[in-house]
């Protein structure tokens, strides 16, 4: 009785740390790797390329009209984005939609300040392999992702600014 208890105990630890893993691993890159090159056409006309970027700590946050945590996110995204833009930080949000129409109409809505660019290729999209919306890809100063943080959830920002923060110290 007392063996078949230490071990339920010990299974049921050894699933919440498998499971904090596979949590972690979605916010994490495992190693640090070269960010793709791009150049977009921003929302105010002009070109941004990634690789000008360099020296400083750059989110590319990937986004679209219709997703509903990209419209709660952006605010807060363009809160933290005033806040440590002074401190070396980027941030750049790229619409994946191909009729941008209605993504600007939400910027407007929003008084979003940071850039924001659009792929209305979706080559990014691929280049980057996305498989959620939104996505944020950190960038550390030497142009390496670092994190990758699939999905939105209140709350997200702390961790936004922790790895902001993190970077910015290096």
Known sequence: MLFGSVIKKSAIALFGLVATMMFSVGAQAAAPTPAPDFTLKSEKGDNIRLAEQ??????????????????????????????YSKMGFVLLGI???EDNTDAK?????????????????????VLYNLDAMPTSVMIDKKGKIRYIDRGYSP????????????????
């Open 54 to 83: 360099r020296g400083k700590v750059v989110m590319l946050n990937f986004w679209a009209s219709w997703c509903g945590p990209c419209r709660q996110e952006m605010p807060l995204l363009d809160g933290i984005s005033k806040k």
């Open 105 to 125: 109409k939400m910027l407007k809505n929003l008084g979003i300040s940071f850039p924001i660019l659009f792929d209305t290729g979706n080559k990014l999209s």
């Open 155 to 170: 709350g997200d920002e702390k961790k936004y600014v922790d790895q902001i923060q993190e970077l910015i110290r290096e």
């Open 95 to 97: 619409n994946v939609e």
